[in-house]
């Protein structure tokens, strides 16, 4: 009886390799093979209730609670509203660029959000979709092999920016996506060599995560940020993605001088890369922001407890019953709790459904809820000034001290330029 009940349950060496099994980093070509292969495909055991589990032997039912653990650990990246426009800019712009045989200079995308929005794991699932379309359209073939070569196909290149990028920093980190051993070469050596990668692998997506690293007060990168919009004219769809790209200086490489109180452009130090002057970066991407959840009118109330049903459907917890997340007042809580943030949202699931498991409750409810302490959404989803402030007025009484007198902030990150809409 117990083997019918758990019909379709891996064995637990697999569920073993599956929790205990390494996996590769994305920022690699095996890392993204991998992920792309293996994404969304954890299928949730059967559902059982007490007295069923009860009825298994020992073993199977050790099996079967390591794989409902798995399974509460992993929620499905869901369809969202949020995720819906993202996809379509994002798609619109590969689409239209491998189709795109005259333009020398491929617009790319800028996927913005704060911590916690899903940018990372937004952007990897939509590439990933778009290169299991390319290869199923290609017959798995690099359509472009040079005969006589075996490179790599890779349609889609996932890279990380460097904490402290440089213009070779990051050209290494690309051609370290191919292989981990790159030779000690100048930049311009690299640079070729780059262009070099992408023409023979058959890149037509290039995602460069965590751009907001940048800071356009340092000289360096400034010349990564022309460097970038060199990647451009290498016939591949770049796809930013940072947090507060718009409050970074990307868009439109300003500075806010607090002397001046005016948005002054920083002059190039070093035009090593390609020479070009500073450009509007603006007209170049299209940026898109990966949004919270709002809870204002009745369409966002049900988008929101749509995501939550999707939630409750793949979690296996004993006593979870219909409705758990989704009726009486738990929305409205778990929206309090979360922000509407999606990140926040499912670590608060996670952590509630292990201790919902270890206690032997089976289930979730605010009372549990209650117990855990998690991070609250980035305070830039709250009102944010406009621009920087000047520093206060001294008063003509007040002695001038270099002691008193304390550092120089003028390059501090100042957090959002702009808060989010009324609602």
Request: glycine residues 8%.
């Amino acid at each position: 009886m117990g083997d019918d009940l758990l019909a379709g349950l891996p064995p637990r060496s697999r569920i073993a390799e599956l929790i205990l099994g390494s996996r590769p980093r994305r920022d690699t070509f095996a890392g993204w093979q991998h992920y792309r292969r293996t994404r969304g495909r954890l299928v949730p055991p059967p559902r059982l209730t007490p007295a069923q589990r009860q009825s298994l032997g020992a073993d199977r039912r050790t099996d079967y609670d390591l794989y409902r653990r798995l399974t509460n650990a992993n929620l499905p990246l869901q369809d969202t509203p949020m995720l819906r426009t993202v996809t379509q800019v994002i798609n619109l712009s590969l689409n239209g660029n491998t189709l795109d045989q005259e333009d020398p200079t491929l617009p790319g995308v800028m996927v913005s959000g704060w911590g916690n929005h899903g940018k990372t794991a937004t952007v990897s699932s939509i590439a990933a979709q778009f290169e299991d379309s390319w290869l199923e359209l290609h017959d798995f073939l690099h359509p472009t092999a040079v005969a006589g070569t075996a490179d790599l196909h890779a349609p889609v290149v996932y890279v990380s920016l460097p904490v402290t990028a440089s213009p070779k920093s990051v050209c290494e980190t690309i051609l370290n996506f191919f292989s981990p051993e790159v030779r000690k070469m100048t930049l311009p050596q690299l640079l070729k060599q780059v262009a070099d990668s992408l023409t023979d692998h058959g890149v037509k997506a290039l995602i460069i995560d965590d751009v907001n690293r940048l800071r356009m007060h340092r000289a360096d990168d400034q010349d990564v940020l022309d460097l970038i919009r060199t990647l451009m004219s290498l016939n591949v769809t770049l796809i930013l993605a940072g947090v507060n790209i718009p409050g970074t200086g990307l868009l439109r490489e300003a500075r806010w001088d607090r002397t001046s109180r005016q948005w002054v452009m920083p002059p190039l130090e070093s035009t090593r890369v390609h020479g070009l002057e500073v450009t509007q970066t603006e007209r170049r991407f299209e940026l898109v922001e990966l949004d919270r959840f709002r809870y204002t009118t009745p369409a966002e109330m049900q988008d929101f407890t749509n995501h939550l049903q999707g939630i409750e459907d793949h979690l296996r917890l004993l006593n979870a019953h219909k409705g758990m997340l989704t009726s009486g007042g738990m929305p409205e809580y778990l929206m309090r709790r979360s922000e509407g943030v999606v990140g926040i949202l499912g670590r608060l699931v996670k952590n509630g459904s292990q201790i919902a498991m270890d206690s032997g409750r089976e289930m979730l409810d605010e009372a549990l809820l209650d117990k855990i302490v998690i991070g609250r959404a980035a305070p830039s989803d709250q009102a944010a000034e406009a621009e920087p402030q000047a520093p206060p007025k001294r008063s003509r009484g007040q002695v001038k001290s270099s002691r008193a007198r304390g550092r120089n902030t003028v390059f501090d990150d100042r957090g959002p330029q702009a808060a989010d809409e009324a609602s």
